[in-house]
């Protein structure tokens, strides 16, 4: 078996050191109050909310359940207009609240859900739209409000990867009626298991914050149905940690995905284009080969060197067993070609460089 140290796997948990952690901890050990919205998870709100500039953010114990409570809360158990191409939580959860997905295909470069093709598939049963601003790629916000507001549909985002993405000088959170983020270990800001959910009105705050505590009013009232998706003081703990090295860690980020778009040889390879008057968050790297053969090619070769890239997104998620499936051309061929390259804070020049060597000799072979 080989080092373990020396396999490169496509991200790395940021983590921030132990001292530090636990002196966040013992605020939660020393109060006796390790949840229930504690001071350390309001203290976190604070500083989300200031980082990320937003006038609101329910913090929450993992990314998915904001999914479920927002669908739970505009869905109406009905049609659902979706993107294929996302992770297989943003299609589950509308399944899990008894909705239906409704694929609309993607674009080809921005990989968003392609607005063009959304009033094609809306019907007199459509509720919702819920798309995916996907590796912190702005949605065309603006096109998918006119259509919202024409057909009286609600907007959700998933914003799971998007954290520090402002689209248009503002935070890409303001944009839809709720937008949700995961802050799981793998993602850019980590609480280990976290996430939050951003209402873009009072009416809908009030009934998320609710929502996501069993629907308490008080001890003994009750505004509404809800469910447990509080976030733990042991969760803001480790959030108030990684926070205050959130500028080292994107620095880091941007300079391992620069030298990535300086050294591939773009000739035989397609990058995700970001949308004009986006601050993008460099949260992923996808390459998109010409054909699967070459991914599964460079897969190998990477794979039989210790590096581990990961396959984001595949399946394209119309193929699922839990949905009728229906063609979806753009997503399908996207997904069987894009390969998501190592990414994260400790990722060195030296790997880098055998990880680009060994791409372009593979690309190289199959274009002459
Ligand atoms: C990570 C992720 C989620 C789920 O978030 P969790 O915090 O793991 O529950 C949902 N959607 C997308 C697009 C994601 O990448």
């Known amino acids: 078996m080989e080092d373990l140290e020396k396999l490169i796997p496509v991200t790395k948990t940021f983590v921030p050191p132990i001292e530090e952690y636990t002196s966040q901890i013992k605020r939660a050990f020393d109060k006796g109050w390790l949840t229930n919205r504690g001071a350390l998870t309001i203290e976190l709100e604070e500083k989300l909310k200031d980082y990320l500039e937003v006038p609101h953010i329910n913090l929450m114990a993992n990314g998915t359940l904001p999914l479920q409570i927002a669908l739970k809360l505009l869905g109406g158990n009905s049609e659902v207009i979706t993107t294929p191409f996302s992770y297989v939580a943003t299609t589950s959860a509308i ?41 912190g790629n702005p949605c065309d916000v603006e096109e998918i409000n006119r259509i919202a507001k024409k057909h009286n549909l609600n907007v959700i985002y998933d914003a799971a990867h998007c954290f520090g993405v402002r689209y248009k000088d503002k935070s890409i959170f303001e944009y839809g009626d709720i937008s949700t983020i995961s802050f799981h270990a793998t993602k850019l800001f980590h609480t280990g298991e976290g996430g939050a959910l951003f209402a873009s009105d009072f009416n809908l705050q009030h009934k998320s914050y609710y929502s996501h505590n069993f629907g308490h009013n ?22 108030l940690t990684v926070l205050p090295y959130i500028n080292e860690i994107q620095k880091a980020r941007n300079k391992v995905v620069d030298y990535y778009i300086d050294k591939l040889n773009w000739n035989s390879l397609d990058r995700i284009k970001i949308r004009n008057g986006t601050e993008w968050n460099y949260s992923y790297f996808p390459v998109i080969f010409k054909s699967e053969e070459v991914l599964l090619e460079v897969v190998n070769v990477l794979n039989n060197e210790g590096v581990f890239p990961r396959r984001y997104f595949y399946p394209s998620l119309n193929n699922l067993q839990f949905v009728e499936n229906c063609l979806m051309v753009n997503s399908d061929s996207i997904s069987s070609r894009i390969l ?22 593979i690309i190289n072979s199959y274009s002459c």
Not at 100 to 126: G, M, Q, R, W
């Open 218 to 239: 008080g001890a003994e009232n009750y505004f509404g149905v809800g469910i447990n998706a509080k976030m733990s003081e042991l969760q803001a703990a480790m959030g």
């Open 340 to 361: 998501c390259l190592p990414l994260y804070v400790g990722l060195n020049k030296v790997s880098q460089d055998s990880i680009i060597k060994l791409i372009n000799n």
């Open 95 to 135: 399944v899990w609240e008894n909705c239906t997905p409704v694929f609309v295909d993607i674009h080809p470069e921005y990989l968003t859900i392609d607005e063009s093709k959304i009033e094609a598939a809306i019907t007199k049963n459509t509720t919702c739209i819920l798309a995916t601003h996907v590796f």
